[in-house]
């Protein structure tokens, strides 16, 4: 399984951007799939899940309301939508898959939950 993610760049604050991981490989149509990011000299983050199948979408609350998880089944694509950008979102972006699912109360948070790991994305938003 290789995840490739793409769609980052530079943005003014206020703007939008979509990211895009494409899944090669087998899907684990039952597992969780997520977005995390690390910013400069800080620990990587979790920003947002749901499960390929679909439903359990789960989002950081510095992200909540701004940025949208979805997945394209047919085209093997995750996504993150990220609207109303601010600075502080400026970080390395990172899709995840994982083998299996949490609970749906549960967030799927962890870094240790995953499995495979996309190469990264920039995202820069200037002030």
């Known amino acids: 399984v290789q995840l490739q993610a793409s769609g980052g760049g530079l943005v003014q604050a206020g703007g939008s951007l979509r990211l895009s991981c494409l899944v090669s490989g087998r899907t684990f149509s039952s597992g969780d799939m997520a977005w995390f990011r690390q910013a400069p000299g800080k620990e990587r983050e979790f920003v947002a899940s749901?499960?390929?199948?679909?439903?359990?979408?789960h989002y950081a609350d510095s992200v909540e309301g701004r940025f949208t998880i979805s997945r394209d089944n047919a085209k093997n694509t995750l996504w993150l939508q990220m609207n109303s950008l601010k600075p502080e979102d400026t970080a390395v972006y990172y899709c995840a898959a994982a083998r299996t699912r949490t609970i749906i109360t549960v967030v799927p948070s962890q870094e240790t939950h995953y499995d495979y790991w996309g190469q990264g994305t920039l995202v820069t938003v200037s002030s």
């Open positions: 749901m499960r390929w199948s679909g439903g359990a979408l």
